[in-house]
């Protein structure tokens, strides 16, 4: 026998598609000591915990909470719990995880219709409705932030022609949440999930969800037991609501990193964060312009925490992504699926989303694709960034 090495993690940039860079005080948080899952302090801090997701999710909604897994496992938190077997469902596929909600819907035995669009397209309301009226399904699933081609879905109009066909929505705001405005309210969502390691900024492990009355009352009139013991919404609503039934030990230490996060957004405002995501989005995509390169995405809907950029043919982009790395601690995206070798996603997500990372990424890649002898104004991505701060 032989100990182990020991534990030497590099530090990164992590401007990927996630996991983003941890907020320190949210490291800082998850050193605390562990308590019980039912001790009076933590249960406690549940409660504050669910306040400040009402606040972020900005909704009223009793059943909020985090599901112990990451945003897949609040995807299919969801899933499992609105859909019986045989129920039909409608879901809008533009990229890998609309995909992944197929699925997960298709494994809890749900009757499945994908409706599709070119990768880096958003849906419109117009037909989204057609498609619900053909087939009127229970649920219509939507991913608002597609990570993989940093396309932008609105959602609001979207809940709107849901509803008028007298079905249900449920949205993923795994990338979206903390990054642009999610109206869970005064959209009238169902049912949305979340995940810690986007624009969160904590580490993957925790997913935070939302269910209405609507959607709780659903939960409830089942004919059949959720197919998951491990996320029945039933069974998880009596240990986050005032019984405190336990059901499984909650991640305590993650919990604190959560409840860290929160706080950090909390009490920078809302608003205020989104608009710093935004303005770092403009400054990101000024310098890539200037390097001659374009968005993957549709404009006028395109993510600000999500750059999916197509790659000029004459580089190669593996050799950029691993140099980035290797050289200067850097982690950006690789395509998925469809964009495989054809873009780069680069993430500015909550604390990653600063002027330090944009300029840091920009002059990174000024050297590296001198050095792969691709022509383009030197100095000229970390100017158009510099004009587009010094404008505000
Ligand atoms: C990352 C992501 C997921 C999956 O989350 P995991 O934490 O990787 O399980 C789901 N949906 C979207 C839009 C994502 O970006």
Same mark, same amino acid.
């Given at each position: 026998?032989?100990a182990l090495?020991?534990?030497?993690?590099?530090?990164?940039?992590?401007?990927?598609?996630?996991?983003?860079?941890?907020?320190?005080?949210?490291?800082?948080?998850?050193?605390?000591? &562990?308590?019980?899952?039912?001790?009076?302090?933590?249960?406690?801090?549940?409660?504050?915990?669910?306040?400040?997701?009402?606040q972020?999710?900005? &909704?009223?909604?009793?059943?909020?909470?985090? =599901?112990?897994?990451?945003?897949?496992?609040?995807?299919? %938190?969801?899933?499992?719990?609105?859909?019986?077997?045989?129920d039909?469902?409608?879901?809008?596929?533009?990229g890998?995880?609309?995909?992944?909600?197929? $699925? =997960?819907?298709e494994?809890?035995?749900?009757?499945? &219709?994908?409706?599709?669009?070119?990768?880096?397209?958003?849906?419109?309301?117009?037909?989204?409705?057609?498609?619900?009226?053909?087939?009127?399904?229970?649920?219509?699933?939507?991913?608002? @932030?597609e990570?993989?081609?940093? @396309?932008?879905?609105?959602?609001?109009?979207?809940?709107?022609?849901?509803?008028?066909?007298?079905?249900?929505?449920?949205?993923?705001?795994?990338?979206?949440?903390?990054g642009?405005?999610?109206?869970?309210?005064?959209?009238?969502? $169902?049912?949305?999930?979340?995940?810690?390691?986007?624009?969160?900024?904590?580490?993957?492990?925790?997913?935070?969800?939302?269910?209405?009355?609507?959607?709780?009352?659903?939960?409830?009139?089942?004919?059949?037991?959720?197919?998951?013991?491990?996320?029945?919404?039933?069974?998880?609503?009596? !240990?986050?609501?005032?019984?405190?039934v336990?059901?499984?030990?909650?991640?305590?230490?993650?919990?604190?990193?959560?409840?860290?996060?929160?706080?950090?957004?909390?009490?920078? %405002? *809302?608003?205020?964060?989104?608009?710093?995501? @935004?303005?770092?989005?403009?400054?990101?995509?000024?310098?890539?312009?200037?390097? %001659?390169?374009?968005?993957? @995405?549709?404009?006028? !809907?395109?993510?600000?925490?999500?750059?999916?950029?197509?790659?000029?043919?004459?580089i190669?982009?593996?050799?950029?992504r691993?140099?980035?790395?290797?050289?200067?601690?850097?982690?950006?995206?690789?395509?998925?699926?469809?964009?495989?070798?054809?873009?780069?996603?680069?993430?500015?997500?909550?604390?990653?989303?600063?002027?330090?990372?944009?300029y840091?990424?920009?002059?990174? *890649?000024?050297? *590296?694709?001198?050095?792969?002898?691709?022509?383009?104004?030197?100095?000229?991505?970390?100017?158009?960034?510099?004009?587009?701060?010094?404008?505000g």
């Amino acid at each position: 026998m032989s100990a182990l090495p020991t534990l030497n993690p590099p530090i990164r940039t992590l401007l990927g598609p996630g996991p983003s860079d941890v907020h320190p005080r949210v490291l800082a948080a998850m050193a605390r000591p &562990t308590v019980g899952h039912l001790d009076p302090y933590y249960l406690q801090l549940m409660d504050k915990l669910q306040n400040g997701l009402r606040q972020v999710f900005r &909704t009223a909604n009793r059943m909020t909470f985090a =599901v112990s897994g990451t945003g897949s496992a609040g995807m299919e %938190g969801a899933v499992v719990n609105l859909i019986e077997p045989g129920d039909s469902v409608l879901i809008c596929v533009n990229g890998v995880f609309g995909g992944r909600m197929c $699925d =997960v819907a298709e494994r809890c035995g749900a009757k499945v &219709t994908r409706l599709e669009r070119p990768w880096g397209e958003v849906f419109t309301p117009d037909e989204i409705r057609n498609a619900v009226a053909a087939a009127r399904p229970k649920l219509v699933g939507i991913v608002m @932030a597609e990570t993989s081609t940093g @396309a932008c879905q609105p959602i609001e109009e979207v809940a709107k022609v849901v509803h008028d066909a007298g079905a249900m929505i449920l949205v993923d705001a795994v990338t979206s949440l903390g990054g642009i405005p999610v109206e869970v309210d005064a959209w009238g969502v $169902d049912a949305i999930y979340s995940g810690t390691q986007k624009c969160l900024s904590c580490p993957p492990g925790l997913a935070p969800m939302s269910f209405n009355e609507r959607a709780m009352e659903v939960v409830k009139n089942r004919k059949t037991k959720v197919q998951s013991w491990y996320l029945d919404a039933s069974m998880l609503a009596s !240990y986050w609501g005032s019984d405190r039934v336990y059901h499984h030990t909650a991640p305590i230490n993650m919990s604190y990193a959560l409840y860290e996060a929160v706080s950090v957004i909390l009490e920078e %405002g *809302l608003d205020a964060c989104f608009a710093r995501h @935004a303005l770092n989005h403009r400054a990101l995509k000024a310098g890539l312009s200037a390097l %001659g390169m374009q968005y993957a @995405a549709q404009e006028g !809907y395109q993510l600000p925490m999500l750059n999916a950029v197509r790659v000029p043919a004459e580089i190669n982009e593996a050799q950029i992504r691993s140099a980035l790395l290797q050289r200067f601690g850097i982690e950006i995206g690789a395509g998925l699926g469809a964009f495989k070798g054809k873009v780069w996603r680069i993430g500015l997500m909550g604390y990653g989303a600063r002027p330090a990372n944009v300029y840091l990424l920009l002059s990174a *890649l000024e050297q *590296l694709l001198a050095e792969q002898n691709f022509r383009f104004d030197h100095g000229a991505a970390v100017a158009a960034a510099c004009d587009v701060y010094a404008a505000g």
